[in-house]
């Protein structure tokens, strides 16, 4: 009976703060993999426009088929939306590019490997100077508007 009582509290705790139905909330808790029902509570919770367990799963679905989202690269977990137009693709490249597609993912990527790449994005943007966390290069796209 305690079982019974403590499923029943959670259904309603979960109905009240996602505004779902009894049988979603139901689903919601039913479902297979526990990391899968964080994420579609977190659709329900984030977007307006889901307000079902079957459009959370059906935004799951296209999340997961969508390529952009899978892993190309195990080691650093960059997916295949994440790809680097400047050098052979993935996040374990630093430092062979001017670095600007790393420089958006690198907190993701910080995560995955679980090291910190010196490689960072305080340089210029423009000559790559300073990018590659050598203190030597000097940006020389101000001297070129002093000459002038």
Known sequence: MPKNHARKKALADLKAEL???HS??????DHDDS???????EYLETYSDINTYRE?????TAQKSDVRNQIMCDKCDWTYGMI???????????GECSGWRHWEY????????????AYNGDGCYECGAGQ???PYEECICDADDEAA
């Open 19 to 21: 505004g779902i139905k």
């Open 24 to 29: 979603c909330a139901i689903a919601l808790m």
């Open 35 to 41: 990391d899968e029902a964080q994420l579609l509570v």
């Open 56 to 60: 959370a799963v059906d935004c799951l």
């Open 84 to 94: 680097c137009p400047e050098c052979p693709g993935c996040g374990c490249y630093n």
């Open 106 to 117: 690198q907190a993701q990527m910080d995560a995955a490997t679980g090291e910190y790449d």
């Open 132 to 134: 590659g966390g050598s």
